[in-house]
Structures are given as structure tokens and as C-alpha cells.
């Protein structure tokens, strides 16, 4: 953030991964006295950024956003030794809401009417406030104003305060009081006055549904890019500073698999930041010897210094002639990761990937006909815009999802995007294709995932995101869903690890799509220490605690607490629900751990319950 005088001042600290999963680039970061904006990509200062390189990711992010993207950047992380006391590092950022509230006179202005005074302790950055110089004869705290107003395009403003309290008939010389008239801080309790004519209108009045042109029409302002301003159809809607649907990041995630014949070419392109420093053999022989030396560099050791060289002016020609990072063959980010996790026996070792081949459980090998311990994993996610009020899609590939409402990250072409890397463990189960090809064709089994269908089109058709029949995964992947959650749920008694840590990835592909066929699941987790994770949850993966996990997730699942009611759940096309018997006691998960937001979810496809029989695949 800058002071009055324009020098940057550190507000506060956050987590590098949290720049990219909690408050992004347009989300607002609530510190001790003031709330402040995560401003767009034009205002960051790169220099000090690291590249991040993942071929597949950044192939992916161009697809999804522009063309015209040309590096993943990793998040400014502080340094270790002393720092300035106006460092040009770091995540930029600007106060917002600018309308503030002064705590003892009521007092509600914006931030540049002159009668509020930041206050920055460089030393105790989590101090900075704004003060009332002169409120009833003494200094104040200044806190942000709770209320503004966003829209579905991912706008964002001030709240329209001026025009809320006069409804048309603006004063001169406005000033306003905002008050509390009971102890619970509702929007029924707040009022704010216009001290200036006397009109006063209670809060609760912006929050009606009913009455959506109530705050008037949207001003189109993205405030994290300098104030752009759009055109807007959309109605703006009241919410609380701190509100969970005032950001969703919207993110693209891959695995690092090593997808192509030439590995070299893979390495050369991971470690180019260190690599583009060889003009020539002797200077890439001398560079060698230095990351042995200190331990840098291990996937460099196979290759000899002439592959090694040769690899790297193929990467330079690459580079001068526009192209970039190496392509894949593949545009379905899963199918590298499928090729790779189905046959592990072929799979490289690395940094990055470790993959043990492990016999199934003996008593569910004609429906389960592979499971792959993943020791090391290495997981990258870039940041390609968000949205508000409503989470953006939640199809993991994308293809059908709609961006219209895609917040932008700058204001014009995007040439870097922000990116995470973590590392983990997981486990890999493979379905046996003919046993899901035989299930897939039971006649209850098939009027079920018609029901499905039909509430897919609805749930679309309410969001406008046509084609409404478009991106239907099928029953294939509801039974994957499903299992992957029965299954999750089971782990997080016994690994270790928080449930809301453990994550899942679907692989499902039928064979009347393109591509080809898929049917597995990844349950995994990660962590942003270099090291990875410690091991608790791949543990799982042996043969005889595989077995006695997935017996005990297909006992808890027969029968539900809230059975009778959660097994005869119908679905329903109402636009609103997409899963048939599950609920939170039984099947749903926390939404981090989820791909799909716990929707597609059926536990009578996995078992037999109370009200539903004759689609259970086990």
C-alpha cells in the first residue's frame, strides 16, 4: 500500500500459497485495522519473481485465457535478510472499501475527504491504521466500512451510500452517521443518517431480494485495476466486508508427469533459469561442477555434458523463434497423468514423481484392476481470473465451462500469470474397464443416470450456461465420484491428515467420448513445505490396508443416519440439487477436498441401500 506521500508501506503478511487460493489478485484482505485490495498484475514488481516451469500448465493457461501469457511466476515470498523500510517486493495493494467508519462519532466518509489520517509503524506493520484526527476533541480508530456492493461479472464498489440514504434526492454537502441500535450487529440494527438533511435509511433495506434495483444499476468498476469501469446489465448485490462469495479464484492444476519421449528436453525446460547462463560447452561444464558441489540440480546428473548442452540450444532456438516451452501432444490435461499413474512399471523417478506399482485387494480384483502408490508428487496451479457471488465452474477441464463472468487479472494482454507448486503423496485406483462397461449397461443403472441428466440440464439451464445438455460426465464418473468420497471420508480416520486436506482427482473417460477410455481415481495430498508430505496417507495404499479401508467405506455407506430420508433421495431437475442418495452424513466431503463442489454424488451406485437396489457396482 502507498501513504500520502506515495511510498509503498508494508500492511501486513500472508502466506505465498494463500496470494493464490484465498486472496488473490481483485480479493480484499481483511488485516487487524484496515481491509485492503489485492491489486491486478500491471502494479506487481516481477524482478524478484521466480518462473515456474510446467509446459503442460502453461499450454493449459494459454488455451483457457490468452495466447498471449508467456510464463508461470511463482508468489513473492519475504527475504531472509534485512529489508527496507519501503521494500518494492511483495504483493501490491490499496485500501478498500475507501468509505471508513470512524468507531467513536459514527462517522462515515471516504477515505480522501481529508478527515482521516493513516498511521504506519514500519516496524509493526500489523498496526498501520486510519485515525479521526479530530473526533469529539481526541484521535480515533478508523475500521473500513462493512457494506459494499459486486455483481455476477465480477464487479466490486464502494457501497453507494449517497444515493441509498436520499433515494433521488441528493443534498448538498452530504455527510453521513452510521449507528448501531442493538447489540447484535445485524443489518436491522444499522442505520445511517445523512447529518446534513436528516434522511436516515436502516441497512437491512439493501439486502432485499425482492427489490433487486434497490442499489441502482451496476457501476461496472474493477477497483484492483485503477478503477476500470465496464459496461454492466447485471444488478449489484449488498455484502458484508469478509463475505466467503466475495472471491473465488479460478484456478488450472496439473501434476508434474513426465508426458514426452525426450526427458532431457523436460529437464532443460524445469531448469532453464539456471540453464540459459551456458554460452557455450566450457561455461555449462564449470555450472556442473558448481551444482554438484552444492547439491543443485539433481535431475541434470543422467545426461552428459553434450546431450545436455545440445538440449539447451534446441530450448534457445525454441525460445528466439516464439514458441516457448515445449508442447504436449495431449490437450486433456488428465490423460498424461492417466497414461502415467495406469502403467507406474514404465513411469521415471524423479524429484518430482515416484510411483510404486501395488497388487489390488484380492477380494475386489474383478472390479478394481490396478492400484499405484504415488510417493512423491509434485502439483503446480496457476491463477487464471475469479469470479464473484457464484463459484465459477466446477468441471476440472473446463472445456463446457462458461468465463464470460471471469474477473480479469490486468487490464489488457496478460503476459504472466501468478503460480503455486506443492508436493505430496497419493493413491491411485484403477477400475477394471470391463466390469464398469458391464454395470454401465444395467437397465436401473441406466434410467438412474437419465434422472441425473435431466437435473444436469436444469442446473445449467438456471446458471445459462449453454449448451444446457452440454459436459454431462454419465454415470461413469457419478460411480467414480462417489467411491472417491466413501473413500476419502475413510482415510481421514486413519492417516493423519485433516479431511479437508485430502484431495481428489477423477479420471473418467467412457469410450463413446474422445480420448480414451478412463476409469480411476487419485485420492492425494500436499503441502507447500519443500519437502512434500510424510507419508501417512500413500501408508493406505498396501494391499491389505486397502482392502480393510474400502470394506469399511462400503459398510458405512449401506446404511445413512438420515436413511430413510438420504437412500430414497430422487433426483430431482429443479436446477438446484445434482447428487441422489448423499448428504453430509454419509457421502458429502469438505469443499476443498472436492473437484465438483459435492455434486454428481450417488451412493446407491456404489452399494445397495434402504432405497434403492439393482445399480450397486460392488
Same mark, same amino acid.
Given at each position: ?5 506515495? +511510498? ?6 500472508? !502466506? ?30 516481477? %524482478? ?94 478508523? #475500521? ?42 445485524? =443489518? ?6 445523512? #447529518?446534513?438533511?436528516?434522511?436516515? +435509511? ?34 449489484? +448485490? ?188 497419493? #493413491? ?25 441428466? %435431466? ?42 491428515? =485433516?479431511?479437508?486436506?485430502? !484431495? ?37 495404499? !498396501? ?51 472436492? %473437484? ?23
Amino acid at each position: 500500500m502507498r501513504n500520502d506521500e506515495n +511510498r509503498p508501506v508494508t500492511v501486513g503478511d500472508i !502466506r505465498p500459497s494463500q496470494m493464490l487460493y484465498t486472496y488473490g489478485v481483485g480479493s480484499i484482505v481483511e488485516l487487524p485495522n484496515i481491509s485492503v485490495l489485492m491489486m491486478g498484475l500491471a502494479s506487481w514488481n516481477t %524482478e524478484s519473481l521466480k518462473t515456474i516451469h510446467e509446459s503442460r500448465l502453461l499450454r493449459a493457461v494459454k488455451t483457457r485465457l490468452s495466447d498471449s501469457v508467456e510464463k508461470l511466476m511463482a508468489l513473492p515470498q519475504s527475504s531472509d535478510g534485512d529489508e527496507s523500510l519501503y521494500p518494492t517486493t511483495g504483493a501490491p495493494v490499496a485500501v478498500f472499501p475507501r468509505w471508513l467508519n470512524c468507531v467513536s462519532c459514527g462517522l462515515l466518509a471516504d477515505v480522501d475527504s481529508g478527515l482521516f489520517r493513516l498511521r504506519s509503524d514500519p516496524y509493526h506493520p500489523d498496526r498501520t491504521k486510519y485515525e479521526h484526527s479530530n473526533c469529539l476533541g481526541k484521535k480515533s480508530t478508523v #475500521v473500513p466500512s462493512r457494506f459494499l456492493v459486486a455483481c455476477k461479472k465480477g464487479h466490486l464498489d464502494d457501497f453507494p451510500w449517497k444515493e441509498f440514504v436520499h433515494q433521488g434526492n441528493l443534498c448538498d454537502a452530504p455527510s453521513f452517521r452510521l449507528t448501531d441500535t442493538g447489540v447484535s450487529g445485524q =443489518a436491522s440494527d444499522v442505520w445511517v443518517t445523512c #447529518v446534513t438533511c436528516g434522511n436516515k +435509511r436502516q441497512m437491512s433495506s439493501a439486502f432485499d431480494i425482492d427489490n433487486p434495483e434497490i442499489l441502482g444499476p451496476c457501476s461496472g468498476k474493477h477497483p484492483h485495476l485503477n478503477g476500470l469501469t465496464e459496461q454492466c446489465d447485471e444488478n449489484p +448485490r449488498a455484502m458484508l466486508l469478509g463475505a466467503s462469495n466475495s472471491w473465488f479464484p479460478n484456478l488450472v492444476s496439473i501434476f508434474s508427469i513426465p508426458t514426452g519421449s525426450d526427458q532431457i528436453r523436460q529437464v532443460v525446460d524445469k531448469y532453464w533459469d539456471d540453464l540459459v547462463d551456458a554460452a557455450d560447452l566450457n561455461i555449462l561444464k564449470i555450472l556442473r561442477k558448481s551444482w554438484e558441489k552444492y547439491g543443485k540440480l539433481p535431475d541434470v546428473r543422467p545426461f552428459s555434458d553434450e546431450d545436455l548442452w545440445e538440449a539447451v540450444q534446441s530450448r534457445r532456438t525454441r525460445v528466439e523463434s516464439g514458441q516457448g516451452e515445449s508442447q504436449d501432444d495431449e490437450d486433456n490435461l488428465k490423460i498424461p497423468e492417466w497414461k502415467v499413474f495406469s502403467d507406474p512399471l514404465k513411469a521415471p523417478e524423479n524429484d518430482d514423481l515416484k510411483l510404486v506399482a501395488e497388487p489390488p485387494p484380492a477380494s475386489f480384483r474383478p472390479m478394481i484392476s490396478g492400484v499405484t502408490l504415488a510417493h512423491r508428487l509434485r502439483e503446480v496451479s496457476a491463477l487464471i481470473g475469479f469470479t464473484r457471488i457464484e463459484a465459477p465452474g466446477e468441471s476440472f477441464d473446463e472445456e463446457e465451462t462458461d468465463f464470460a463472468s471471469n474477473g480479469p487479472l490486468i487490464a489488457g494482454e496478460t503476459k504472466w500469470v501468478p503460480a503455486a507448486e506443492v508436493k505430496g503423496e497419493g #493413491v491411485f485406483i484403477q477400475f477394471d474397464e470391463k466390469a464398469v462397461r458391464e454395470w454401465q449397461k444395467r437397465p436401473n443403472v441406466i434410467k438412474r443416470n437419465a434422472d441425473v441428466f %435431466e437435473a444436469w440440464k436444469a442446473w445449467r439451464k438456471v446458471r445459462n450456461a449453454k449448451p444446457f445438455d452440454a459436459g454431462y460426465p454419465g454415470a461413469r464418473y457419478v460411480l467414480l465420484h462417489s467411491f472417491s468420497h466413501a473413500l476419502m471420508r475413510e482415510m481421514a480416520l486413519e492417516c493423519g491428515y =485433516a479431511a479437508a486436506s485430502i !484431495r481428489e482427482r477423477i479420471y473418467s473417460n467412457a469410450p463413446d467420448t474422445e480420448g480414451i477410455d478412463m476409469a480411476g481415481i487419485l485420492i492425494y495430498t500436499t503441502a507447500s513445505d519443500s519437502e512434500g508430505t510424510l507419508g501417512g496417507l500413500v501408508s493406505l495404499g !498396501r494391499t491389505n490396508r486397502l482392502e480393510e479401508l474400502i470394506n469399511k467405506a462400503l459398510e458405512r455407506m449401506r446404511l445413512c443416519s438420515s436413511d430413510p430420508l438420504c437412500a430414497e433421495h430422487d433426483v430431482i431437475p429443479d436446477g438446484k440439487i445434482l447428487h441422489g442418495s448423499a448428504c453430509h452424513a454419509c457421502l458429502m466431503c469438505p469443499e476443498t477436498s472436492c %473437484e465438483r463442489g459435492n455434486r454428481l454424488l450417488d451412493r446407491s451406485f456404489i452399494v445397495e441401500t434402504l432405497g434403492q437396489k439393482g445399480m450397486e457396482f460392488f
